[in-house]
């Protein structure tokens, strides 16, 4: 991605400038979901990008010889995002009480197998939760690390 060329420009389309509009977008979705009482949500990267409110690891694979840049960051909220959503904001239909409707949602959560894991199980030394690192991608940080350092799954 340098831009020590002479075709370089911030006017030009260029992945440099791509990608970093997309890290923005991707800030100021996390900086809003706090906004609106999100907290992080560190096991979302486990889980094909649950949330905007983990703190993401470009993804970046070499392709024919050259770093790919096109999904370093994902550019929508994620499911995660909108089960919270709806667990804070969702009004009650005429018929239901809020305790069943915030069950319901409870329950979409565990049927979709989302998960959960917050700053108080990720960043004190002591919370060595598998899937609670910060700055990651995939299922596995092991198999994740290997896919980007050898630009295939193993
Ligand atoms: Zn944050």
Not at 63 to 89: F, H, R
Not at 97 to 118: G, P, R
Not at 127 to 138: I, K, M, P, Q, T
Request: hydrophobic share 40%.
């Amino acid at each position: 991605m340098s831009p020590f060329d002479d075709e370089w420009s911030w006017d030009n389309e260029n992945p440099m400038k791509e990608v970093a509009l997309a890290r923005l977008r991707q800030l100021a979705a996390h900086e809003v979901g706090h906004t609106i009482g999100l907290a992080h949500n560190f096991a979302a990267s486990t889980q094909n990008r649950a949330s905007v409110m983990d703190y993401p690891h470009p993804k970046l694979f070499v392709q024919n010889d050259t770093i790919n840049y096109e999904s370093a960051y994902d550019t929508a909220i994620g499911v995660w995002d909108k089960q919270a959503i709806k667990y804070g904001y969702q009004l009650p239909s005429n018929d239901q009480s809020e305790e069943d409707l915030l069950k319901a949602i409870i329950v979409e959560n565990c049927d979709m197998n989302l998960l959960y894991v917050t700053d108080a199980d990720a960043r004190p030394v002591a919370g060595a939760h598998s899937l609670a690192h910060l700055w990651d991608n995939g299922e596995s940080v092991i198999d994740a690390f290997a896919k980007n350092l050898f630009g295939s799954e193993k």
